[in-house]
């Protein structure tokens, strides 16, 4: 029997609440690959949409509901959920279709007394003509962490660091649907050739990036895995701010390199463009699926001679590593909170978890340092915002390690130098990821 969007999309919710599963494996099994295109967008865009924006729909439902959310059956509460973002989010959906189908939900779901209620609620809300109750908070972070739907301990850390107007430009840009971004391999083709070739395979709508010019992207499109372009190894799926995270270790042919972290191989192969195809990189990560991953992508965009991908713990690098390496990239396990606006669901990964990740972050760089030959470059990286797992750590493991010192590095305009050898992407200001970039040079020759 065929399985509708809301449906699917209730399905996916249900999961993630039960099982904490990321949200693109679980979307993987709740839209299924015989549903119609159409429904499989809505169900996608519905899943996602709820865990961008739940706490403000929860702040909807407590406003018009005579049950607090916190009363209410799990299952009853991810109906209202999704039905209330169509309501107010969707603006393609009408009002009848979205309390209609949350009544049908209800009634499938859960039980005739529930489905009162979401026809209630839901009625309610449609009378309410856009009219909506404004969020009545006792702080800032309290404000923000219900509109923007982030978790009021991490809204607390990002005012701290960066103030309330550009941190409420950052929780806005989070809940924002990007387009797929990609870089293309330039050592098959030009990027007006891959253009070319997206607009006559039928890609909704694909550009150039406006100051990177091998990345672009590409807009309403769904598996770019599927495109004729992909699979001949014209481009590889690579947000901006990871091209640029690249571009400051300044790469050049025939050097020698080590992507500590490399899976899915994303800065590995921008490292491959950067020298040319001439040199070696050896690709390492902790398991045999993901060094799998980057050997199948290497060998996809015709880079298995230059890239060698092997299993091996970034915090334990082997003896044969010491001093072997020009250049050495460790982009590290992080918190994720940069990447927010493509996996709305990192979000709500627990305080407690994101405390333990500048001891491992710190341990993985002082490992890959030892991988840099003297005179060599360590380029410390990652997706979050926080300075905990920024800055701190780089400033920590420079007190460890008086041979490196920050080196000054330049990106493209409108970035330009960067004296201080560390950088934050904004990513609301370029639509990119937001991204952390710390450049170290070994003393020696």
């Known amino acids: 029997m065929p399985v509708g969007a809301r449906d699917a999309a209730l399905a996916a919710l249900i999961a993630w609440r039960r099982t904490g599963r990321h949200a693109d494996h679980i979307l993987k099994t709740a839209v299924r690959p015989d549903m119609d295109s159409r429904d499989a967008a809505l169900a996608t865009q519905i899943f996602y949409g709820v865990l961008q924006n739940m706490a403000y729909c929860d702040h909807l439902i407590n406003a018009f509901s005579t049950v607090r959310t916190t009363r209410l059956e799990p299952q009853v509460l991810d109906i209202l959920r999704l039905s209330v973002y169509q309501l107010v989010f969707l603006e393609k959906i009408p009002a009848s279709a979205a309390v209609s189908e949350g009544v049908r939900l209800a009634k499938k779901h859960s039980n005739p007394r529930a489905a009162g209620l979401v026809n209630a609620v839901l009625r309610k809300i449609a009378a309410s003509g856009g009219s909506l109750p404004p969020v009545r908070a006792s702080s800032p972070a309290e404000r923000l962490s219900i ?31 990007p387009p797929v971004y990609a870089t293309v391999n330039t ?7 891959v253009l070319d070739a997206l607009e006559r395979e039928g890609a909704r709508r694909a550009e150039g990036y406006p100051f990177l010019e091998d990345s672009v992207a590409i807009y309403g499109q769904g598996k770019v895995e599927a495109l004729k372009a992909f699979r001949e190894g014209l481009l590889f799926v690579q947000d901006p701010a990871a091209r640029l995270c690249v571009t400051a270790a300044g790469l050049k042919p025939g050097m020698r390199v080590l992507d500590a972290c490399a899976a899915p191989g994303g800065k590995s192969f921008a490292a491959a463009l950067d020298m040319r195809g001439e040199g ?7 398991s045999d ?13 015709g880079l298995e001679r230059l890239i060698s991908a092997r299993v091996q713990d970034a915090t334990c690098l082997p003896e044969e590593f010491k001093d072997a390496f020009d250049a050495v990239l460790a982009d590290v396990p992080c918190s994720g909170f940069g990447v927010i606006r493509k996996k709305p669901d990192i979000r709500y990964k627990p305080e407690w978890e994101v405390g333990l990740l500048p001891e491992v972050q710190l341990k993985i ?3 890959a340092a030892r991988a840099v030959r003297p005179g060599g470059v360590l380029l410390y990286s990652t997706c979050t915002l926080l300075r905990r797992e920024n800055e701190d750590v780089a400033r920590a493991f420079l007190d460890e390690n008086p041979d490196f ?11 330009g130098d960067v004296p201080e050898g560390m950088f934050t992407l904004l990513g609301h200001k370029h639509d990119m990821d937001n991204f952390f970039i710390c450049r170290l040079r070994r003393a020696g020759k």
């Open 147 to 177: 509109e923007k739907s982030h978790p009021q301990w991490l809204v607390e850390e990002l005012l701290r660091q960066f103030g309330p107007e550009e941190t409420e430009a950052l929780l806005q840009a989070n809940n924002a649907t």
């Open 187 to 193: 050592l098959r083709a030009a990027r007006e050739q």
């Open 280 to 286: 070696a990189i050896v690709s390492c990560d902790v």
């Open 289 to 301: 699926k993901k060094a799998a991953l980057i050997r199948d992508g290497a060998r996809r965009l």
């Open 365 to 367: 760089i002082s490992s």
């Open 405 to 415: 010192k920050p080196e000054p590095f330049a990106l493209p305009e409108p970035f």
